[in-house]
Each structure stands twice: as C-alpha cells, then as structure tokens.
T-cell receptor, first 115, second 117 residues
Framework: NAGVTQTPKFQVLKTGQSMTLQCAQD?????MYWYRQDPGMGLRLIYY???????DKGEVPNGYNVSRLNKREFSLRLESAAPSQTSVYFC??????????????FGPGTRLTVT | AQTVTQSQPEMSVQEAETVTLSCTYD???????LFWYKQPPSRQMILVIR??????QNATENRFSVNFQKAAKSFSLKISDSQLGDAAMYFC??????????????FGAGTTVTVRA
C-alpha cells in the first residue's frame, strides 16, 4: 500500500522554466491538497481539491495551477518558475465525511530549487 | 486561514525526560479539530495526536499527550520519557469543523525538538 506518492523527489529549474509536480494516492480519498514548506513558516496551503472535479485556492496560490485529473491524481504546475518558488512541496490526501475527524496523509515531498 | 502560533522555535530535552511544546490558535469557531504532526529528518509528515474541540478529555497516545484549554485557545503537546527517535520538527495544525467540506489545515511555524543522549 503506497499511500501518497509524489514525483519527482528533487528538481532544479532555471527561472522561467515550467514543470508539473505529480501526486497520486491509492487510499480512495476524496480530498487532496498541495502545500509548500519554507523555513520558519510551517506548511502553507497552495491549492486543494475537496472532491473530484473541484479545485480551490488556498493561502498562497499565485504562480501555480492545479489539475485534479481523477480521484487518484492531483498535479501542481509552475508555468514560469521564480526563485521565490524554491521550497519543499507536499501533497496530501484525506477522506472527507462531515462530522468525522480524518487525518491528512502526506507524500514524501519534492524539494524544488529555482535558480 | 486560521492563525496558529508556536512560540518556541527550538526545544532541547534530555533522554528519558519530559518536554512540553506550546501552541495557541486564533478562531471564532466552536467546532474544530487540532493536530500535532511530527516531521523527522526524512521529511515525512507523521500524525502524532489529534483532538476534537467538543471533547473535554485530553487526547493521549502512548508517551504523547495534550493539554487542551479551549477557553485559552491553547493546545500543548507533552512528550514523556523522551527518546532519541523523538528528535524532529513538530507542527501544530488547526482544521475547521463548522460547515466545512474541504478539511484543509492551517499549520504553525513548527518547533524543532532535540533529544540529548
């Protein structure tokens, strides 16, 4: 049981290049999330998808786009990378049933450096 | 997003001793959930403990326990009998429960715990 997987694990981009971070979960979860982690700031939500077919902005969406390809997959795209997007990116998923407390399961993260 | 504050950037504890990490949050909601996540050097985020705001009883998971003070909006984590494997960054997180259908988390900045042998 793989849980949440992310590819790639590491990436170096030049300013202006584009790339897509891939995320997949095999737990049949409805909700998926993309966070970024910067030193001293914890994790901040970029985008999320409460259910298949829906996506919404989080706290720091500028410079990113997302696609909920199907229930399993949720990708994050950087159209024109900037040095300010150097960060560690985490994908997470959770079940979504009102009234119940479900934890979020996290992928291993992608360390992205933009030069 | 709700504001979650962890005022201790770093904490150090002797092996087998106890350490308490503080967390406060700002909310006007009465229904919500609180979590502590552990992030070891491997970078993997691991759930340590969770608390439902409507429960008065403090959650406990083996050597980890919380002190949940709803009126004070405080949610501290106590690690008892600290072990070398407890060395990690710990994040406090908040999740709205009122009419929420997205279950997104707001995180604090984290506290790095060092365990001395």
């Amino acid at each position: 049981n793989a849980g949440v997987t992310q590819t790639p694990k590491f990436q170096v981009l030049k300013t202006g290049q584009s790339m897509t971070l891939q995320c997949a979960q095999d737990m049949n979860h409805n909700s998926m999330y993309w966070y970024r982690q910067d030193p001293g700031m914890g994790l901040r939500l970029i985008y999320y998808s409460a259910s298949e077919g829906t996506t919404d902005k989080g706290e720091v969406p500028n410079g990113y786009n997302v696609s909920r390809l199907n229930k399993r997959e949720f990708s994050l795209r950087l159209e024109s990378a900037a040095p300010s997007q150097t960060s560690v990116y985490f994908c997470a998923s959770s079940e979504a049933t009102s009234g119940l407390i479900y934890e979020q399961y996290f992928g291993p993260g992608t360390r992205l450096t933009v030069t | 997003a709700q504001t979650v504050t962890q005022s201790q950037p770093e904490m150090s504890v002797q092996e087998a001793e106890t350490v308490t990490l503080s967390c406060t949050y700002d909310t006007s909601e009465s229904d919500y959930y609180l979590f502590w996540y552990k992030q070891p050097p491997s970078r993997q985020m691991i759930l340590v403990i969770r608390q439902e705001a409507y429960k008065q009883q403090n959650a406990t998971e083996n050597r980890f326990s919380v002190n949940f003070q709803k009126a004070a909006k405080s949610f501290s984590l106590k690690i008892s009998d600290s072990q070398l494997g407890d060395a990690a960054m710990y994040f406090c997180a908040y999740r709205s429960g009122e009419g929420s259908n997205d279950y997104k988390l707001s995180f604090g900045a984290g506290t790095t715990v060092t365990v001395r042998a």
